[in-house]
């Protein structure tokens, strides 16, 4: 996924869901974690991440 395709889908998402939004995320990626697909976890947290950048610097 490219830096265009995961920000404009973390917006998505954190309009979606609001605060939940991260954690849901890295439920995401750690459920890609146990299964061995280190790419779709990788992007997931590239996702998480986004989405903590949109909360603002003090934000959980």
């Given at each position: 996924m490219q830096e265009a395709?995961?920000?404009?889908?973390?917006?998505?998402?954190?309009?979606?869901?609001?605060?939940?939004?991260?954690?849901?995320?890295?439920?995401?990626?750690?459920?890609?974690?146990?299964?061995?697909?280190?790419?779709?976890?990788r992007t997931w947290r590239?996702?998480?991440?986004?989405?903590?950048?949109?909360?603002?610097?003090?934000?959980?």
């Open positions: 395709e995961i920000h404009a889908y973390a917006r998505q998402l954190f309009e979606a869901r609001g605060p939940k939004a991260a954690a849901e995320a890295a439920q995401k990626a750690q459920a890609f974690e146990e299964k061995g697909d280190q790419d779709q976890s590239h996702i998480e991440d986004a989405i903590k950048l949109m909360r603002g610097p003090h934000q959980p």
